[in-house]
């Protein structure tokens, strides 16, 4: 019974918790990057530092007016919010933290759950999340909304391709689709499948800025140009939903990114004796450091790029990435069965 | 099966979208209304208007010293590049000869002015097309400028700075070398900003062909200042019509070839190059003498009218003046303003191309809404 | 028993989503729910061992062919649904009572094969395939045993896109 | 409670193919009536998978997996004929589509 349900209620809360607080403080995080790139010194007003800033952000967000258009659709347009944070929140069901650990005497396994399709999974619900943008698009009754939300649609679709092929290639690499194997499988290898798949790391990574709506392809809500996008008419509480389900998905796609290329749990080198230090620092706290390595990049392309114009982030996703992703898994494959005969 | 020109392959309702007044990227109370295919602009229409405050009628009940401070509010992000071209006009019309110091000193205000207002395009036009981080850099320079005109004239964004005859006042002491430290930190920090656009191929992308015009075309509408000389043709007013110490001073003009927005980007990056040079030439070579002609103290022109036009950043500026020759404020000022000239190449510029392209073009061509409704 | 309940409340909301589906008035309403019907019935295959499927479900139905039906609701932009004006040429109770019919049929024949369920109750193979191992049975039928038909069904897929792009262009 | 059998499968199947067939005949929107062909798809592929259980035998899955690629060429290009049909007649109601040619 308590391995049943409680044990997996109680990982599921403190993940929820943790990915909430993060998400806070990533924008935090986010707003101070900017502010040291662009030479200034970002929110320091709220507590030292700006530290309490993200709590001063969602008193506001909470207690702000939620407006509805007049001539919305109403309940989709307040479902659309929900649609698109649930999915990129129930994506950290098979993310794994960590390994099995003993606590209170019990073996405990760092991750909520380990699905034989782990992979395909969060693929599956990152498709889900297109509709909330699409319906949020729609719902607000209005152009720039609309326009914003076909946009931004049409481009989570194409890049969640060149994402899923380069998933392929990995899963070519591990051998399976379950997120926990996949960590094993770099251990067992010795290596990162960021030095075995680079081609398949770079793809990835374009493909996530691109799914998670990030610089250079944050064209669904490119101010100067749509307003806000999909969200043009949200406010409040509502506005709140779209803006924590971005930053989780950049929290998702950055911890799938450690899973798939970087080791997940595991120390760098883990197969090297003499750098066997590494591993007193838990293994949770290896992943932790090695996602936000990665969501610091996504902040430091941020303050860097300007923004592609919509036809040239298709054709750089239809006509470049995908076959590129194409002729990874050929490699990989042909590789594959060279090495194996 | 032959795609129609100019439309996209798939058949879409044609969208009418307002953009702006109320819009992040129309520099203030812009108001186009485009009409499109898909993402693909088919039509423009400038609407103006929304920030007209009667500018040359109020003049007409201003004596003439206080009209200075009306032009301030046109182009509001280069006010001493009005200022400079009014108070020319009065003095053409008066005939008053302005000391030598008085002109090389107008001359290292009006090239900061320029730098100023190119680092505000500069900043604007980046961020527009997502670089944010320029903005900041170019905010952060401009506020150096901002902080010379504070120490000559008081004020930081409508400067006042220029009299019928001359100077309000002589420059401070010790402010000709914070000038000249200020060139070389802006020397330094233009190749900042390059770095982050000029080989950037997202940034080649946006740009490159984009608002294309060729150079006849160009002053068919009327285009004037960097977004003609992207497009090659040669023409300064500085050069071509020698007014303050430009004549003495020597420097190159910035052509373009291609006419795009890479190419107006490119153009006014040189002119800021060209203008530290030249405040350090006016610097070097600043004459001794007085500030201030002797004008009476009673401004009253004679009757007639004259043209007399500027180079500003934003273009040629140009004011006509009609005196009655006995009352002490103009019978008819009116303004030619560059950046009203410049919007309408906005629907030439923008035909064909899309939506996000309607933004950099509107970027490229620099404009400042108070100049453009007056 | 927790099979049953699982079974029992995915199979009311499948069909209670279904007549959703097909009676909604607004056509995205529609589609919303027929979303929410596919996305119950990934689960039922989860309840049935067919991880793979189930996701499989979700990724092609729910993430490509409802949204396709999403953009194409939005790019038919209905001033007025077909619904509003009648026709009386129409005989739609004929179609539901002939529908009722089939159902009558089909659930008379199963109710029937529990009656006598020699042959069907009692498994033949009890074991629902392993877990673990589903990915890879399927896997392993699709490109052995099926490995023609798996290309022909490639083929089609390439036809059906060169088609759909033709007739979606401007001129036919 | 009886344990669930195949048979509950095949009912649950029934209706909802039932279901999609009343909106098949019922409804005249076009896009409807092809989502209500999804519906019936979906009550194929709920057999094939029950089964599939039954035998212990993959092949029941491998069938749907078919189905649903030719659910996705059916949507492909039925919603192509859709959008093909609505530029020029301007209405996707079934009842004005029984010209073959315009």
Known sequence: MIDLIVLPLIKIVFVLTGVLITVMYLVLLERKVQAWVQARLGPMRVGPHGVLQPIADVVKLFVKEDVTPARAEKWVFTAAPIIVLVPALIAFAVIPFGPEVNLFGRPVPLYITDLNVGLLYIVSVAAIGVYGIILGGWASNSKYPLLGSLRSSAQLISYELAVTLTFVSVILAAGSLSMVEIVEAQRNNGIWFAF???????????????????????????????????????????????????????IVVSAVATTLFFGGWLRPFPNVEWLSFLGLVPPWIWFTLKTFALLYLFLWIRATLPRYRYDQLMQLGWKWLIPLAIANIIVTAAVKVVLGS | MEPDAGRSMFDTDELVINMGPQHPATHGVLRVVLKLDGEKVVDADVVLGDLHRGVEKLTENRDWTQIVLLTDRLDYVASAAANLAYVETVEKLMSIEVPRRARYVRTILAELQRLASHL???????????????????????????????????????????????????????????????????????????????????????TRGIGAITGEAAIAVGLCG?????????????????????????????????????????????????S?????????????????????????????????????????IGFFIASDGRSTSPYRLRVRPPSFCNLQALPQLVRGHLVADVIAIIGTIDIVLGEVDR | MGEAIAFYTLAALILGFAVLVITARNTVHSVLFLVANFLFVAALYVLLGAQFLAVIQVIVYAGGIVVLYLFVVMLVNLKRPPEAHRDRRRKAGLGLAFSLVILAEVVAIAVFGLVQPAHLAAPKAPLPPEAADNVQQVGWALYTQYLVPFEVASMLLLVAMVGAIVLARREL | MTPITPVHYIVLSAA????????????????VILMSIELILNAVNINLIAFSRQLGDPVGQVFAIFIICVAAAEAAVGLGIILAFYRNKETVNIDEMSLMRW
């Open chain 1, 196 to 250: 075995v798949q680079p081609v398949a790391l770079f793809i990835y990574f374009v493909g996530a800025l691109a799914e998670t709506n990030r610089n250079p392809f944050d064209l669904p809500e490119a101010e100067s140009e749509l307003v806000a996008g999909f969200h043009t008419e949200y406010s409040g509480m509502r506005f709140a939903l779209f803006f924590l389900a971005e930053y989780t998905n950049m």
């Open chain 2, 276 to 316: 530290i040079g030249i405040i350090r030439r006016a610097v070097e070579g600043l004459p001794e003498g007085p500030v201030m002609a002797k004008v009476p103290r009673l401004i009253k022109p004679p009757a007639g009218e004259t043209y007399h036009a500027n180079e500003s950043p934003k273009g040629e």
């Open chain 2, 226 to 274: 960097p977004s003609l000389r992207g497009s090659g043709v040669p023409r300064d007013v500085r050069k071509d019509e020698p007014y303050a110490a430009y004549d003495e001073i020597p420097f190159d003009i910035a052509i373009g070839s291609n006419g795009d927005t890479y190419d107006r980007y490119l153009v006014r990056l040189e002119e800021m190059r060209q």
């Open chain 4, 16 to 31: 909802l193919f039932t279901i999609g067939v009343i909106g098949v005949l019922v409804r005249r929107n076009v896009i």
């Open chain 2, 120 to 206: 505000v395009w500069l900043g604007s036009h980046a961020m527009d097309i997502g670089a944010i981080t320029v903005f900041l850099y170019c905010l952060r320079e401009r506020e150096l400028i901002l902080d010379l005109f504070e120490e000559y004239c008081g004020a930081r964004l409508t400067y006042n700075s220029m009299r019928i005859g001359g100077l309000p006042q002589d420059v401070p002491s010790g402010w000709l070398p914070k000038v000249l430290r200020y060139c070389d930190v802006q020397e330094e920090k233009l190749v900042e900003y390059e770095t982050l656009l000029t080989q950037n191929r997202i940034w080649l992308q946006r």
